[in-house]
């Protein structure tokens, strides 16, 4: 199918907004938890007149992608209109020309008829039931039927070629209202050889059917958690304990961090499954089932956050979240829940060989890019060359001075630079290819791609005529002089000073945990005025050749096998043109360069996982002589799909925040939510993969037997660093809460 065709995000906002106003004055989310029939009923003929009815029916018209907008919007208003079913009929009828299917669907889009849906025998939960079909009469038990009081149809599946439509009003059909999680909805279904009409399907569609119908209820469970997780928000901002709002406790900060990430983690990863499904990708299924199983734990664990954030308010039935946490609940356990899901993951990575993770379509200007980046790489990078450098020991392997000045003669290094200062201008979308097709290359780093950013933001043209070009040719790194002995993540707390003198500032001080401390130059923040209020205010950034009188460097053994430094700077003079930005400016500049680093380095810290993990993958389908495999333990194989899944997540994040950089500038808390997610990721794929292969994964590099020269030992040391450096992950999630939801300070 074309994607031209389908509708845009402009028509998926206007039908959420639409829905959403409309459902405000249609339905009260805080009524009651018993829903009459009738007054099921009743919104359904009011919401067909809002034209969802059909979706699903004409993708030109909307496809699973608006079906999941319907879904979710549904959960937030708390209003049990049979919407999935009716979402289900369209799709497995759409094109039947049967007339029990045509004749259905025609009522069903004008109001006319009401579909229960169930999937019967084919549902992956062992108790839900299942209808035998003879002589055009059905009989047998159904369970977890939603609102079937309030429909005039049953839309059943016999076996994996076909559909039964019952006539709910008909002799022999007997509906019991079923409480479950304390809520009322669904009915137990028993049928004695009722009148049915078989519905023979043209296509295959029932395992598909099963994922579209998983998806919908994921969506719907996503609104849900989305609105409790508001009204959360708003409450703290409220609610004081301690003379104070409880928003602006940290705990309670951390919390809605964790499930603002968990949240967008889910709606990004919903949306692309279903965008690819409307556009029939091949590998449409995976990415539906990695978000299946992200949400299903996701969404529980943000219900059950919000229920703690209430408190005892929460316990109140007449409150509304405790409406929205039965609904998640029921939305992620049905169908055979994240188990189902992960079982069909592991099925795709592991079984018959298996399938690597799916690459990203980039577009035609990303994918092109990332074949040129592979040749390159093949020619340059490889055989000899690249098998002495990977013999090196770790500490000898974060950069290659030469590798660094044959990347620079192509100019990706200023992939993303504006074009006046050197650059390719590429979109985001290229400099993830490039990200990337690094990573599998296992390439050294390259580039000063923060410092550079801030002398083009920042910097003098004399200054950006003198630097730019030679990190723009591989021929100089640059460090970062920030953290101090009693300056980490409060870097307005730094005590180095810079005090001009004449013709030169001289700076005085020490910095600690400083990387790169071998490259040519340092980028420092020092103190220039050291009264100025608040603390931030007398901060000046500046570039100091590492070359210069004064500088003692007292290199250090990372955790990792990497290094870094401690460096003292004694009476060090440099030029007065080496200050980057305006006196005591240097907190604009210092804070715009973490900004943008953050903004990358979720999409480089995933970009490394997903990399290791197809490592993994290899190791766990390998067989050693007489012994089974390990993807023959169930055990591994939940665990390697949990990953996998978390890896979309993460994949779906760097996506996000290179699409808002396409528009602007990432926000800084996606730009957080990012690093979070990914850095934390990064340390249980460690814990993972050590789990799995077990000792021999714990062999360090150039030891005997090591697996891949101890790289699975050594990412989980790694692991550490990129939750804690560029800002812990506790003060992004700081940000998180007071930038993106307003929490107070």
């Not at 009828?93 to 029990?100: F, I, K, N, Q, T």
């Not at 299903?296 to 405790?322: C, K, M, N, W």
């Not at 770790?394 to 003669?409: H, L, T």
Request: proline share 4%; glycine share 10%; aromatic share 8%.
């Amino acid at each position: 199918m074309d994607l031209i065709q389908l509708p845009n995000e402009e028509v998926r906002q206007m039908l959420r907004d639409s829905l959403r106003g409309f459902l405000a004055a249609q339905w009260r989310a805080d009524g009651e938890q018993a829903t009459p029939p009738e007054e099921v009923s009743a919104i359904w003929t009011r919401l067909v007149g809002q034209g969802v009815a059909s979706l699903g029916c004409d993708f030109t018209e909307g496809g699973l992608r608006e079906i999941l907008v319907v879904m979710a919007e549904l959960g937030r208003a708390a209003c049990p209109a049979p919407m999935w079913s009716a979402a289900l009929a369209n799709l497995a009828l759409s094109g039947v020309r049967s007339e029990a299917a045509v004749s259905l669907l025609e009522k069903l889009h004008v109001g006319a008829a009401r579909v229960a849906f169930s999937f019967g025998v084919l549902d992956p939960d062992r108790n839900a039931g299942s209808v035998r079909l003879e002589n055009g009469r059905a009989t047998g038990l159904l369970r977890f039927v939603e609102v079937a009081e309030s429909c005039t149809h049953l839309l059943v599946a016999v076996d994996k070629s076909a559909l039964a439509v019952v006539e709910l009003s008909a002799s022999g059909v007997n509906l019991e209202p079923t409480r479950a999680l304390g809520a009322w909805g669904f009915h137990e279904v028993r049928l004695n050889s009722v009148p049915a009409s078989r519905v023979a399907l043209e296509r295959p569609v029932p395992d598909d059917l099963l994922i579209d119908g998983k998806l919908a209820l994921m969506a719907r469970a996503y609104g849900a958690a989305r609105r409790a997780f508001e009204l959360a928000v708003d409450y703290t901002k409220e609610r004081k304990q301690f003379g104070q709002a409880i928003g602006k406790f940290q705990a309670i900060q951390h919390k809605l961090a964790d499930c603002l990430i968990a949240l967008e983690g889910v709606r990004l990863t919903l949306d692309h499954a279903a965008h690819l499904h409307d556009g029939n990708d091949r590998d449409w299924r995976y990415f539906a089932n990695s978000a299946i199983a992200f949400a299903g734990d996701a969404l529980r664990r943000v219900s059950l956050e919000i229920q703690h954030t209430f408190g005892a308010i929460g316990y109140a039935e007449e409150h509304e979240a405790p409406r929205h946490f039965k609904r998640v609940h029921l939305d992620t356990i049905a169908l055979g829940g994240t188990a189902h899901a992960r079982r069909r993951i592991a099925s795709f990575l592991l079984d018959d060989g298996g399938s690597g993770l799916p690459q990203y379509d980039l577009g035609p200007a990303g994918n092109d890019l990332r074949e040129q980046a592979r040749a390159w790489l093949e020619q340059n990078w490889s055989g000899e060359r690249k098998a002495g450098f990977d013999a090196k020991p770790f500490s000898k392997r974060e950069f290659d001075p030469e590798f660094a000045r044959d990347i620079g003669k192509t100019g990706w290094i200023g992939l993303g630079w504006a074009k006046e200062f050197g650059g390719q201008a590429r979109s985001p979308l290229e400099q993830i290819a490039f990200m990337e097709t690094m990573e599998r290359g296992e390439a050294p780093r390259i580039g000063a791609a923060i410092q550079a950013n801030a002398l083009m933001m920042f910097g003098t043209p004399e200054q950006q005529q003198t630097y730019l070009p030679e990190i723009l040719r591989g021929e100089a790194m640059h460090g970062m002089g920030y953290s101090e002995p009693q300056a980490g993540s409060d870097l307005a707390a730094l005590r180095t000073s810079a005090v001009r003198a004449d013709d030169a500032w001289i700076i005085n001080g020490q910095k600690i945990w400083t990387t790169t401390w071998w490259g040519k130059y340092m980028f420092l923040a020092a103190r220039t005025d050291p009264d100025a209020k608040p603390a931030h205010a007398g901060i000046s950034m500046f570039i100091v050749p590492m070359d210069a009188p004064g500088i003692t460097i007292r290199p250090a053994t990372t955790m990792y096998d990497g290094s870094f430094a401690n460096i003292f700077y004694d009476d060090v003079r440099i030029p007065l043109e080496n200050m980057v930005g305006e006196l005591d400016g240097g907190w604009k500049v210092l804070t715009g360069a973490l900004a943008f680093e953050r903004g990358l380095v979720g999409g480089g810290i995933v970009l490394k996982v997903a990399h290791a993990f197809e490592q993994l993958r290899r190791h766990v389908i390998a067989k050693e002589g007489d012994i089974p495999p390990l993807c023959d333990d169930p055990i591994v194989r939940n665990r390697m799909a949990a990953l996998a899944s978390e890896i979309e997540v993460g994949r779906q994040l760097m996506m996000h925040c290179a699409e808002l950089a396409a528009d602007g500038i990432t926000p800084p808390e996606y730009g957080a939510m990012s690093k979070v997610f990914s850095g934390e990721l990064m340390e249980r794929f460690g814990e993972g993969a050590l789990d799995i292969i077990g000792m021999r994964a714990a062999l360090s590099e150039q030891m005997p037997g090591a697996l891949d020269n101890g790289r699975f030992e050594q990412n989980l040391r790694h692991s550490l660093m990129w939750v804690i450096s560029i800002g812990t992950n506790e003060i992004q999630r700081n940000l998180i809460a007071q930038r993106g939801l307003g929490l107070p300070r």
